[in-house]
């Protein structure tokens, strides 16, 4: 079976939901786990992780989500959980300006200790709620600005919740693709090159007969 075969059948990816204290992380995992609403705010310690199994374009994914907590006095510990990551979801809440204007700093977080290649997508949540005060337009040109996907979701009502998790493993499945077909590509070169120098060194010795 070839790498890319069984690459496809289960897909293991480590998924981390960041973002400002009560823009909704745990109640959008404990929705997508459990198709439950927990209206009670009790405010995330540390990290949590859950597991979960879903198929994405055929594909079977393990994803194991992790809870980081939102509050500045976490904020160091948060950030050793960015190793290994596949792919983070960056939440705000669309009634909380204040919480979309921070993720350039949930950004910066990213670039300091999560991998290059990392994938991203943004998420407006609570768009259940009258009291807007983030715009779609403008949070897509923001999303548009740092190559992710925009959703806007209410975790409270399950609205686009699975839309998420699919936007950003078919983000993660097409850049291991593309990382593929370069290697490909590159060992296909290479090997070309190879029985170029082979061929003229056969003629060299031959003409040199
Ligand atoms: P920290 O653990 O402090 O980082 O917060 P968090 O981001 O995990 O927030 P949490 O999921 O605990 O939700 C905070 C509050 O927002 C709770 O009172 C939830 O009931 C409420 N909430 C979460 N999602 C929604 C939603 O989609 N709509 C509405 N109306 N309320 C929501």
Redesign the pocket.
């Known amino acids: 079976m070839s790498v890319l075969t069984a690459e496809r059948k289960v897909l293991n990816l480590k998924i981390l939901?960041v973002?400002?204290?009560?823009?909704?992380?745990?109640?959008?995992?404990?929705?997508f786990c459990d198709g439950k609403?927990?209206?009670?705010?009790?405010?995330?310690?540390g990290c949590d992780c859950r597991n979960v199994t879903t198929d994405v374009d055929g594909t079977r994914m393990q994803l194991q989500i992790w809870?980081?907590?939102?509050?500045e006095r976490?904020r160091t510990l948060t950030s050793t959980y960015y190793r290994g990551a596949s792919g983070i979801i960056l939440?705000y809440?669309v009634?909380n300006e204040g919480s979309f204007n921070n993720i350039t700093y949930w950004l910066e977080n990213i670039v300091h200790n999560a991998s290059q290649d990392v994938c991203k997508v943004l998420v407006g949540?609570?768009?259940?709620?009258n009291e807007r005060q983030v715009d779609y337009r403008r949070a897509q040109i923001f999303a548009d600005s740092y190559d992710m996907k925009l959703e806007e979701?209410?975790?409270?009502?399950n609205?686009n919740l699975e839309q998420v998790f699919e936007s950003l493993c078919t983000t993660i499945m097409e850049q291991r693709q593309q990382r593929l077909s370069h290697q490909e590509h590159v060992e296909s070169e290479i090997k070309e090159s190879q029985v170029k120098l082979s061929g003229k060194e056969k003629s060299k010795s031959w003409c040199g007969c």
């Open positions: 939901v973002g400002d204290s009560g823009v909704g992380k745990t109640c959008f995992i404990y929705q609403f927990y209206p009670n705010y009790v405010s995330t310690v809870d980081t907590a939102g509050q976490f939440m809440d009634t949540n609570k768009c259940d709620k979701i209410s975790a409270k009502k609205q």
